[in-house]
Structures are given as structure tokens and as C-alpha cells.
């Protein structure tokens, strides 16, 4: 059975940090690009950033700067360190795998597997 774990949500002032963990199991993970995704309330499930199985690395604009993803093939799981954290940046985070061409990273069904999600609040 195929499990994605999300953690490290949590309430944070602006300008502040978060590092967000999934840890994958069920699958191989060395085989598999992953992927964060957030959905803010009423808006659609937006691209934030992914990272292939060679490590390399791609963002959407608005956190370019800002976060960054990394990878622990020991460990199955995938980080999202975010720093100067924004209130536009409060939502919902899933990590996804799969096994994605380059030109659909961007693209949520590109993604096989997905997680709960964990809740990021960027407020005072």
C-alpha cells in the first residue's frame, strides 16, 4: 500500500519558516519525481515546486527565492523548507509521486500518488 505522509503545517508569522516533510512508503522511491502542491480555500490545487530522481529542481514564480525543495532517497521522503514566509502562502499542502515527464511537473494528474495534506497559516 502506497503512502505519502505530509508534516510540519503549522501557524507562522510573515516572515517566518516551515519545513514541510513527506515521507513516501509502498513505492521505490528513487524511481519517482515528487511533487508539492497547496489549495488555498476556493481557489484550484496550484503547483508549488518539484524535484526529479536526478535532484534537480523547479518552482512556480511566486516562491522562487523562497523555498526549496530537497530529497532523502535513505530516508523515502521529500522537504519543503519555506522561509519569508507570506499570508498569500496559507494553504494546504500535499507532496505527490510520479512518474513525470518534464513538461507535465506542473500538472497535478501527471501525479499517481498524493497525500492528506498538511495546513500551512501564514497570519499575526
Known amino acids: 500500500q502506497v503512502q505519502l505522509v505530509e508534516s510540519g503545517g503549522g501557524l507562522v508569522q510573515p516572515g517566518g519558516s516551515l519545513r514541510l516533510s513527506c515521507a513516501a512508503s509502498?513505492?521505490?522511491?528513487?524511481?519517482?519525481?515528487m511533487g508539492w502542491f497547496r489549495q488555498a480555500p476556493g481557489k484550484e490545487r496550484e503547483f508549488v515546486a518539484h524535484?526529479?530522481?536526478?535532484?534537480?529542481?523547479y518552482y512556480t514564480d511566486s516562491v522562487k527565492g523562497r523555498f526549496t525543495v530537497s530529497r532523502d532517497n535513505v530516508r523515502n521522503t521529500v522537504y519543503l523548507q519555506m522561509d519569508t514566509l507570506k499570508p498569500e502562502d496559507t494553504a494546504l499542502y500535499f507532496c505527490?509521486?510520479?512518474?513525470?515527464?518534464?513538461?507535465?511537473?506542473?500538472?497535478?494528474?501527471?501525479?499517481?500518488?498524493w497525500g492528506q495534506g498538511t495546513q500551512v497559516t501564514v497570519s499575526l
Open positions: 524535484i526529479r530522481t536526478t535532484k534537480h529542481t
Open positions: 505527490a509521486a510520479g512518474r513525470t515527464i518534464l513538461s507535465s511537473i506542473r500538472n497535478a494528474d501527471a501525479y499517481r500518488y
Open positions: 509502498g513505492i521505490t522511491f528513487n524511481d519517482y519525481s
